[in-house]
């Protein structure tokens, strides 16, 4: 429906309510005559009762063709996760309702039920890194899986990768104070990147960490580039260190890239390593 249509139906709803509320108006005064005869007053009450009812269907009219012209407040939220593992997961702090969600991996693009183009789709990167897959990738591979099935694409609006969620670290901060003790850090690891800069999403991470734990030192590294977890472990004050892997899943980085307990204990420190971060968001059974 276009804007010019919608505005003139509407209008006409206006008039056609007015033109009913004065007719009964109207009626109104003129069962009012002490002259008027039997037959007449019950002419008059039952003009009074049809412009009561078309007031009414005007009411109606208006509020169906608002609803119908405002269609497009409908949303359909679409979660991409690089894996099959993180496809379970809901980005924190947003409330949306299940019948409306669509659930992807970025392999599976091509594959995958998509959002219809009935409505808007919020486009949420289940990652934890802002960057090429989480970006071009995901964006190409989007208009590419539309065209290829023939369908109309629709408006399509991306939001933030989910490492850059507040609520993560309300989530995390909130775990994390159950288990610190005396002369306790944290070990925050987060994924290589290949950008010429690193990805800003652990940082802020780190940081909103501190303020939602202060007094506890946060050490912010990665896998395997500067700086980077191992060497970071060394230079940390604290002599018990709680690693929190800055990961959407478990997998072969969570096994074979992090720093270890022996690794910690040469250097005169306990390590606990904890979970990947996301999977603070795993639905609890």
């Known amino acids: 429906m276009s804007r010019k249509l919608f505005h003139s139906l509407l209008f006409l709803c206006a008039v056609v309510f007015a033109a009913a509320v004065w007719g009964s108006v109207h009626c109104g005064a003129g069962l009012d005559s002490p002259s008027l005869p039997p037959e007449m007053k019950i002419h008059f009450r039952g003009l009074i009762y049809f412009h009561f009812a078309l007031a009414q269907l005007a009411v109606i009219s208006a509020l169906i063709l608002v609803y119908c012209y405002h269609w497009k407040w409908k949303r359909y939220y679409l979660l991409v996760s690089y894996n099959e593992k993180g496809m379970q997961l809901n980005p924190p702090g947003i409330r949306m309702p299940e019948r409306r969600i669509f659930r992807c991996s970025l392999k599976d693009l091509d594959t995958c039920n998509l959002p219809p183009a009935s409505a808007p789709v919020l486009v949420y990167p289940m990652f934890m890194l802002s960057g090429t897959s989480s970006g071009r990738k995901l964006v190409e591979g989007l208009h590419k899986a539309y065209r290829a099935r023939g369908h109309e694409q629709p408006q399509l609006y991306f939001q933030p990768v989910l490492g850059a969620s507040p609520w993560l670290a309300e989530a ?112 609890q059974s």
């Open 172 to 283: 995390a901060a909130a775990s994390l104070k159950t288990q610190l003790e005396a002369d306790t850090g944290v070990l925050v690891v987060a994924h290589d990147s290949s950008l010429p800069e690193p990805p800003p999403e652990p940082a802020l991470f780190c940081r909103r960490l501190r303020e939602l734990l202060p007094g506890t030192e946060i050490a912010c590294s990665y896998l395997n580039q500067a700086p980077r977890a191992h060497d970071t472990l060394k230079d940390m004050k604290s002599g018990r260190v709680l690693l929190l892997p800055f990961l959407l899943t478990e997998g072969v980085h969570t096994s074979r890239d992090l720093p270890t307990e022996a690794e910690a204990a040469l250097l005169g420190k306990s390590l606990r390593r904890l979970p990947a971060l996301a999977s603070l968001l795993a639905p």
